[in-house]
């Protein structure tokens, strides 16, 4: 569960967020929002890399704002980025290893069983061996969903995983998401640009638009408010149509 | 690169399996090497392997992080202060002050470390370059240690003291090995980390910094180790450089030095460790070797800021990097054949020379191995030279050099022979590392130049006899060979 008390956040004159106040409690929640809205913001407050001017954040009731950035990724919060961050020279065994290396276990089977089990879980068994440089764009977005699934995440944050790929490729990637409360009971926080990768896997979704809640509910209410459309394509009332 | 989907990726192996090739390398260089060397060469090679150890902590830096430090050479400096003036100061062995004369260098490289955490690129080089400079300013004042008093340890009227060599290495046969072992143990150290937890910890990190944090890796603490560590080993070589000699040099640790060490760092190759051992002859064995014949040493200079602008457009993998590349191909059937002939022809070459006495038998036996060795280097340095021109022209001198080929094959084969597809870069090749390996050996083991062409042209001649007259009933052994075993350094790295 995540809990926003009215988070300011303000880069100069920009303010991207602007006093947001929500909960989301549902297993998967999306996150959608035209450019500039301020998700990739809200997604940097959440793993630490940006301080909020005003509120705080709390995750399964704890308090996580003003935790150092390194120190949440053992507390449990894990996330990819927009341009992933596979190494290119080292194999994807040993990229997720790498992960791994600095997660808590019981013991080395149960470090060895995680690293293999969410290789497995996103479906690159086949690819253990593969250098970085070699895998494939899903291939990449793939492992890092794998690499944020390591070490008993609370909440795995997923930044734009489905970029660039392909319609066969999207709907394996929905069922990876839509696994994954059930694989490490991490809730699933997901930004796409792709609504349909959303309505597909998100229960709950939440729109911002310049830094403000425009919405936040049930998936398929929230994609057919008539405010998340106009905020998304725009208000065609006062549009010159040339043809 | 294009590659198989269906074929299975070969797992880049333990760490000891990592690292075993280098110090197999290592350990055959130290047992061979007295036996081929003379004295002055060996001395010689004692610094290159110091130089090596110091050159595999610039890429450790370099390779892994991503950092530029131009203070390699003088923490070397720092180390072989400390060493020298634990020795004079109270007489301990020489080993306990190698070790913690390495370990203060460690300290200073940390310190150095320190606003590295926050600097990258050009910055940080700048300011590692003004700690060399300072280095040098400080040993020009205060001198390395030589049996004086005061903390400075310096004879201020009379005679200069040298420190002895260990009790287990008194000889230069002995200090050259005892080098080796030094320079194994170092390296080894290096090899061991990037195949390990820190080396995966420095991928996250130079890959994105940002990254390596959310996954809870502390960006400080390894980039904080990586300096730490070359530190120390770069203290090492300074400690061993000083065991070398007794003594060190004021002048021995030039700015100017510790900037030829990071360029030809990245002309051998930071992401190897063999690009450390190229960095290391380079920089002591070419001009020794020029000196030999005559020519002034410091001609060299010249030819690594030309050597430095290929490695730069060629790309950033250097030397060791395309030999790894080309190590990728080789294999065990080639291996397993290549050993047999190749040891074949070198003893039986050795053994002729021995009887006509032309030479001894160690150096003719190694000077025929060199020979085979190199047999496809000349087309190599022709490509890499070529590329200086741009992919282009490679790429026409290729067609060229195809279309030429392809034709000599068909005639033999249309005569009766085993086509051999390579046979013009072969005749290249022959015909130019005749001269190259004489030149060399000419002046390393001073042996007759004719003496040296005839053996390296005739172990060449009767291995491409032996290539053309038993291909026929090799082929089938060898594909059964490489059917049953993959290529052994495919995954190398």
Not at chain 1, 79 to 93: G, K, P, S
Not at chain 1, 122 to 134: I, P, Q, W
Not at chain 1, 193 to 211: N, P, S, Y
Not at chain 2, 96 to 121: C, E
Request: net charge neutral; glycine share 10%; proline share 4%.
């Amino acid at each position: 569960m995540i809990e926003i008390n009215d988070l300011c956040v303000q880069f100069g004159g920009v303010k991207p967020i602007d006093g947001l106040t929500v909960t989301l409690n549902r297993p998967i929640v999306g996150l959608i929002g035209p450019n500039g809205a301020g998700k990739t913001t809200l997604l940097n407050v959440l793993s630490g890399f940006v301080e909020p001017r005003r509120g705080w954040v709390k995750v399964n009731g704890e308090m996580i704002t003003g935790v150092p950035a390194h120190e949440r990724a053992t507390f449990g919060l894990r996330r990819t980025f927009q341009t992933d961050q596979i190494a290119d020279d080292l194999t994807l065994l040993e990229n997720v290893q790498a992960i791994a290396d600095h997660a808590k276990f019981d013991s080395r089977d149960a470090e060895k069983k995680a690293v293999y089990g969410a290789i497995d879980f996103v479906g690159l068994s086949h690819r253990l061996n593969r250098k970085g440089d070699a895998l494939s764009t899903e291939e990449r977005h793939l492992a890092e969903i794998a690499k944020a699934l390591i070490g008993n995440p609370k909440l795995v944050m997923l930044d734009e995983p489905g970029a660039g790929m392909t319609e066969s490729e999207s709907e394996h990637l929905q069922k990876v998401i839509k696994g994954i409360p059930g694989y490490c009971k991490a809730q699933v926080f997901l930004i796409d640009h792709d609504v349909e990768l959303i309505a597909a896997c998100c229960h709950e979704t939440m729109v911002l638009d310049f830094g403000k809640l425009l919405a936040l509910g049930p998936t398929l209410e929230v994609l057919k408010n008539p405010d998340v459309q106009k905020a998304y394509l725009g208000n065609f009332d006062d549009l010159e149509v040339a043809a | 690169m294009a590659r198989n989907k269906d074929k299975p990726d070969i797992p880049p192996g333990t760490p000891f399996q990592r690292v075993r090739p280098m110090l197999i390398t290592f350990f055959v260089v130290a047992l061979i090497g007295p036996w081929v060397f003379s004295s002055y060469w060996l001395n010689t090679f004692s610094t290159v392997a110091c130089l090596v150890l110091a050159s595999g902590t610039v890429a450790l830096l370099y390779g892994q992080l991503g950092m530029v430090s131009l203070a390699q050479f003088a923490l070397a400096g720092v180390g072989g202060w400390f060493c020298l003036r634990l020795v004079h100061g109270t007489g301990m062995p020489f080993e306990l002050a190698l070790v913690l004369g390495a370990l203060i260098a460690g300290l200073f490289g940390l310190i150095l470390g320190l606003p590295a955490l926050r600097m990258r690129g050009l910055y940080l080089a700048l300011l590692t370059l003004m700690i060399a400079a300072a280095v040098q300013v400080v040993i020009n004042v205060v001198g390395f240690p030589d049996g004086g008093p005061g903390w400075t340890g310096k004879v201020v009227n009379g005679q200069r003291m040298m420190i002895a060599r260990p009790l287990i290495a008194p000889s230069d046969t002995d200090y050259f090995r005892y080098t080796m072992f030094w320079l194994a143990l170092g390296m080894g150290l290096i090899e061991w980390a990037r195949a390990t937890l820190p080396g995966r910890a420095w991928g996250l990190i130079r890959k994105s910094e940002a990254a390596a944090i959310a996954a809870g890796v502390s960006v400080v603490k390894y980039k904080a180790l990586a300096f730490a560590m070359a530190g120390a080993l770069a203290g090492l070589a300074g400690g061993l450089l000083a065991g070398l000699n007794g003594q060190l040099d004021n002048t021995g640790f030039p700015v100017a030095q510790s900037i030829l060490l990071y360029a030809l760092t990245i002309v051998g190759g930071a992401y190897h460790w063999m690009g450390a051992v190229f960095a290391g002859l380079l920089i002591r064995a070419l001009p020794a070797l020029l000196n030999d014949h005559g020519v002034d040493g410091n001609l060299s200079n010249a030819f690594y800021g030309f050597a430095l602008l290929i490695s730069l457009i060629q790309g950033r993998k250097g030397l060791a990097g395309q030999l790894a590349d080309f190590y990728k191909f080789v294999r065990v059937s080639r291996i397993v054949e290549g050993s047999i002939i190749w040891g074949a022809i070198s003893i039986g070459l050795a053994l002729a020379a021995v009887h006509y006495q032309a030479m001894g038998f160690a150096g003719a036996l190694f000077l025929s191995l060199i020979a085979l060795l190199f047999r496809q280097a000349i087309p190599g340095v022709c490509w890499l030279l070529l590329g200086f021109f741009g992919k282009r022209v490679q790429d026409t001198a290729e067609d060229v050099e195809a279309w030429f080929s392809l034709r000599l094959a068909n005639l033999m084969s249309a005569l009766g022979l085993m086509p051999d597809h390579r046979i013009l870069k072969r005749a290249l090749n022959v015909l130019f590392i005749g001269y190259f390996v004489g030149w060399v050996v000419n002046g390393v083991f001073d042996v007759d130049y004719t003496v040296a062409l005839t053996i390296i042209w005739s172990s060449i001649a009767i291995r491409f006899l032996i290539q053309l007259l038993m291909h026929p009933a090799i082929l089938p052994l060898r594909q059964k060979i490489d059917a049953k075993y993959p290529k052994p350094f495919a995954a190398y790295r």
